[in-house]
């Protein structure tokens, strides 16, 4: 179980590796939302494009400008 509030399900639109990070793009009810995270973790998931996914998102903020 997760404490975090913020899950938006969502499906990978495309992943792109680096040396050390990961950049996950994903579809999120038609938003896209962008992930960093290590490689390690990309490839212990085996993310690819199409896997149905979850963006858990635990802020200690949120920024609002207009």
């Known amino acids: 179980m997760i404490s975090a509030r913020n899950q938006l399900k969502g499906k990978?639109?495309?992943?792109?590796?680096?040396?050390?990070?990961?950049?996950?793009?994903?579809?999120?009810?038609?938003t896209e939302v962008v992930a960093a995270i290590t490689r390690h973790s990309s490839e212990a998931m085996d993310l690819k494009e199409g896997d149905q996914v979850t963006a858990i998102i635990k802020a200690t903020e949120v920024i609002i400008q207009k």
């Open 12 to 30: 990978v639109k495309f992943v792109t590796l680096g040396t050390v990070m990961a950049e996950v793009v994903m579809d999120v009810g038609g």
